[in-house]
């Protein structure tokens, strides 16, 4: 194996320092659940590896009269048992629910899942319906970077060199509102999603008053399902509406083929993905 240089911090501003310094050298360690395969498959050469991991001040699920804070060490596990997550973002615990397996769970981070950017990170969906906002943090201060600008490209976000994430914000909705995730993937356990989705819904007077759904494995990045939201917005909550909306997924998704499933199958599957999300939504009303 390759020799790496090595960095353990335990105060953001040491890690910061570090960033500022080694800039695109800096490879962060978190749970190292994505960075230490990585390495041993030789996609990760010559970098300084900064470890992050005994960074407690970022490990938290905290909340304001308006906002949920996630620090960016927050692990998957810490998610699956937050209360306040339950109560206020399902999806983002049904997510971590079906994330790995528990081991995995313990490790990984919040932060090193987005920060990753694979089209089929289990929490980008959640995170996209749930219109959750990702503050990065450098020397020079901190930038908020709504996540719908976050993912760039198939491994690619907005981060500078320089940054790291800090911490996602999720604003709180009302109590009227309700969301889920679903992912579809080989098998029930350890396995990357074929398709994922996440909605979210607020229902008034048996209308749609906001809707929101997002899906993951469908294309180079986590993407909202948009012209499905359109077509929701303002219609009675029936069945007959959800499944004649969820059919035009396809407008908003262009999926490859791989080694999981081919294009034409992540299409079909797709629409039955998110009619079930809403659908499982308004069995709660
Ligand atoms: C067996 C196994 C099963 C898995 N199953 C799933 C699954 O079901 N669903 C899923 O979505 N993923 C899965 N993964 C992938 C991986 O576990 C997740 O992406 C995980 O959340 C990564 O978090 P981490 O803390 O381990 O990140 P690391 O491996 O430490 O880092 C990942 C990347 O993020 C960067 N990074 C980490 N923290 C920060 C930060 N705060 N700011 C900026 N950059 C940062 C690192 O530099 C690196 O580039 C699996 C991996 C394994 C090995």
Known sequence: MKSFNYISVVTLNQALEALQQEKENACLVAGATNVLPFIRYKKINNKTLI???????????QETDEKIFIGSLTTITDLEKSDILKKYAPALVDAARNFADPTTRNSATIGGNI???????????????????????SKSGERKIPIDEFFTGVNMTALKPEEMIKEIEIPKNPA??????????????????IVSAAAVLEIESGKIKKVRIALG???PTPVRGRTVEKLLMGQDFSDKVIEKASSRI??????ISDIRASREYRQTVASVVVKRALQKIGGIY
Do not use: W
């Open 250 to 255: 396809h407008e908003d998704i262009s999926p």
């Open 51 to 61: 470890n992050i991991r005994n960074l407690k001040e970022l490990r938290y699920i």
């Open 217 to 219: 494995s469908v294309a």
């Open 115 to 137: 920060a990753n950017a694979s089209p089929a990170a289990d929490t980008a969906p959640p995170l996209l319906a749930l219109d959750a906002v990702v503050v990065s943090v």
């Open 176 to 193: 009227n509102s309700h969301s889920h995730f679903i992912k579809l993937g080989l098998r029930n356990a350890m396995a990357i999603s």
